[in-house]
């Protein structure tokens, strides 16, 4: 079992910054590429970033690619997501998200998940 917490997340004004932390407890932090996903109220779940275990290769949708960065520190068992320039549409519920595959973290499939974190931006 993986276990993931997020935190980070609040009101921001748009043109601001916000860093998600997601520590990870449980099974081995480094047998699992890691991402972050978000939800807007009534919208479906929206691929964000993605990691590999070993921190070599990242992975981020279209409209973030630029603005977001994804990045993870094995010693401390923890994945971020530094969010720059943000826009009053990045509003969602940010989810982190596990899978021995980044490929399918990609698509949208995890095997692990966290709580969420709410992130507003106000315009």
């Known amino acids: 079992q993986v276990h993931l917490v997020e935190s980070g997340g609040g009101l921001v004004q748009a043109g601001g910054s916000l860093r998600l932390s997601c520590v990870v407890s449980?099974?081995?932090?480094?047998?699992?590429?890691m991402g972050w996903f978000r939800q807007a109220p009534g919208k479906e779940r929206e691929f964000v970033a993605a990691?590999?275990?070993?921190?070599?290769?990242?992975y981020y949708a279209y409209s973030m690619k630029g603005r977001f960065t994804i990045s993870r520190d094995v010693a401390k068992n923890t994945v971020y997501l530094q969010m720059n320039s943000l826009k009053p549409e990045d509003t969602a519920v940010y989810y982190c998200a596990a899978n021995r595959e980044v490929g399918a973290l990609t698509r949208g499939e995890y095997d692990y998940r966290g709580q969420g974190t709410q992130v507003t931006v106000s315009s």
């Open positions: 990691i590999t275990w070993s921190g070599d290769n990242t």
């Open positions: 449980g099974r081995t932090f480094r047998a699992y590429d």
